[in-house]
């Protein structure tokens, strides 16, 4: 059986070639009435852009790659989700890669190797350094997401994040709005990473602005951003002496969080009465665990709009632009980890 074409969509739908290819594009100025006929038609046809065809006649297959660490992670998988809605309103197709945190793999995608049918790529690097990816950027499309200590004028990519340093301050200055003197840190990463450095900063300026010391005790060194760390380094928090154990964590990600609520239940701690506890990243999972997490909350939507945009408006670009840095908003959600009482699932 024939491919069905774009010529058969277009009869069927009464319109022309080019209307039935701006509504496949998601280009703008197509009626509603329009667009609907149009996406009728291809429904019933079962009409399927080729990529490889669109590629030979633009010169772009409308193909961008989505590459984060590890589709495990509740907050990529949730940002996948928000990529894929925003490429889908431009006409865009998304490939979603996993690294595992392999900096040979970062670096591989983030110069274009391998990805023939490509027109662009979005990345969340983990262990790539700015000296490694430099040299291969400019080169291929490329949009930086996270907090890595790229040098604006070394990197030649758009850069999407939140402000780290803000966000960890606002989950700590909650806490000892709450009257807790003795606030620890879970997240301080032996390798450095800058994700850890520049939230503990936020974490360490809090503390000083309510009069609280710094105890390095109460910022043990940690591995990866996961569950197992957390519970582990909430036991090591748990183990010191009494007097000096904390009243309060505030941890660097949610999924950190979630090992440390863990490690609080086996030792019989009550949340939050014995202890309060909060993450950043403000994933759905933090809504529904017992007790739910007051968790700092990046605009993961505005996140993945602006990535989009700027890859797409790069790719289209006669004249490339400018490299710019954006910044998305957070907020904190309070729940029952620092509340306490029984607070209702927010709809």
């Given at each position: 059986?024939?491919?069905v074409?774009?010529?058969?969509?277009?009869?069927?739908?009464?319109?022309?070639?080019?209307?039935?290819?701006?509504?496949?594009?998601?280009?703008?100025?197509?009626s509603?009435?329009?667009?609907?006929?149009?996406?009728k038609?291809v429904?019933?046809?079962g009409?399927?852009?080729?990529?490889?065809?669109?590629r030979?006649?633009?010169?772009?297959?409308?193909?961008?790659?989505?590459?984060?660490?590890?589709?495990?992670?509740?907050?990529?998988?949730?940002?996948?989700q928000?990529?894929?809605?925003?490429?889908?309103?431009?006409?865009?197709?998304?490939?979603?890669?996993?690294?595992?945190?392999?900096?040979?793999?970062e670096?591989?995608?983030?110069?274009?190797?391998?990805?023939?049918?490509l027109?662009?790529?979005?990345?969340s690097?983990?262990?790539?350094?700015?000296?490694?990816?430099?040299?291969?950027?400019?080169?291929?499309?490329?949009?930086l997401?996270?907090e890595?200590?790229?040098?604006?004028?070394?990197?030649a990519?758009?850069?999407?994040?939140?402000?780290?340093?803000?966000?960890?301050h606002?989950?700590?200055?909650?806490?000892?709005?709450?009257?807790?003197?003795?606030?620890a840190?879970i997240?301080?990463?032996?390798?450095?990473?800058?994700?850890?450095?520049q939230?503990?900063?936020?974490?360490?300026?809090?503390?000083?602005?309510?009069?609280?010391?710094?105890?390095?005790?109460?910022?043990?060194?940690?591995?990866?951003?996961?569950?197992?760390?957390?519970?582990?380094?909430?036991?090591?928090?748990?183990?010191?002496?009494?007097?000096?154990?904390?009243?309060?964590?505030?941890?660097?990600?949610?999924?950190?969080?979630?090992g440390?609520?863990?490690?609080?239940?086996?030792?019989?701690?009550?949340?939050?009465?014995d202890?309060?506890?909060?993450?950043i990243?403000?994933?759905e999972?933090?809504?529904?665990?017992?007790?739910?997490?007051?968790?700092?909350?990046?605009?993961?939507?505005?996140?993945?709009?602006?990535?989009?945009k700027?890859?797409?408006?790069?790719?289209?670009?006669?004249?490339?632009?400018?490299?710019?840095?954006?910044?998305?908003?957070?907020?904190l959600?309070?729940?029952?980890?620092?509340?306490?009482?029984?607070?209702?699932?927010?709809?």
């Amino acid at each position: 059986m024939a491919a069905v074409t774009l010529k058969d969509v277009a009869q069927r739908a009464g319109v022309s070639i080019k209307t039935v290819s701006n509504v496949v594009r998601g280009a703008p100025r197509v009626s509603e009435t329009t667009r609907a006929r149009v996406a009728k038609a291809v429904a019933e046809l079962g009409y399927r852009p080729n990529p490889t065809a669109r590629r030979l006649r633009t010169g772009r297959s409308g193909m961008i790659a989505l590459v984060v660490p590890e589709l495990v992670s509740p907050y990529f998988a949730e940002l996948a989700q928000h990529v894929r809605t925003e490429a889908t309103g431009l006409g865009l197709t998304v490939l979603i890669e996993e690294t595992l945190g392999d900096p040979a793999e970062e670096l591989r995608l983030a110069s274009g190797v391998g990805a023939s049918l490509l027109d662009g790529v979005i990345l969340s690097p983990l262990h790539t350094t700015a000296e490694e990816l430099a040299p291969v950027s400019g080169a291929f499309p490329l949009v930086l997401l996270g907090e890595r200590d790229y040098a604006r004028d070394r990197v030649a990519a758009d850069h999407v994040l939140i402000d780290n340093v803000a966000a960890a301050h606002t989950a700590t200055a909650h806490l000892a709005s709450l009257g807790r003197t003795r606030i620890a840190a879970i997240g301080h990463d032996r390798k450095g990473s800058a994700t850890s450095r520049q939230r503990l900063e936020g974490f360490q300026r809090a503390l000083h602005e309510a009069g609280l010391p710094f105890d390095p005790r109460l910022a043990p060194p940690m591995g990866e951003f996961d569950r197992r760390n957390g519970l582990e380094a909430m036991r090591a928090l748990l183990a010191l002496p009494p007097d000096r154990r904390p009243d309060a964590v505030s941890c660097f990600s949610d999924l950190l969080a979630f090992g440390a609520r863990r490690a609080l239940y086996e030792a019989r701690l009550r949340v939050p009465e014995d202890i309060a506890l909060t993450g950043i990243d403000g994933t759905e999972e933090a809504r529904y665990g017992t007790p739910s997490l007051t968790t700092v909350v990046p605009d993961k939507a505005a996140i993945a709009a602006l990535a989009v945009k700027c890859l797409a408006d790069r790719i289209s670009a006669a004249t490339p632009p400018p490299f710019e840095v954006h910044h998305a908003p957070h907020w904190l959600v309070e729940r029952e980890s620092t509340r306490g009482g029984r607070v209702p699932v927010e709809g």
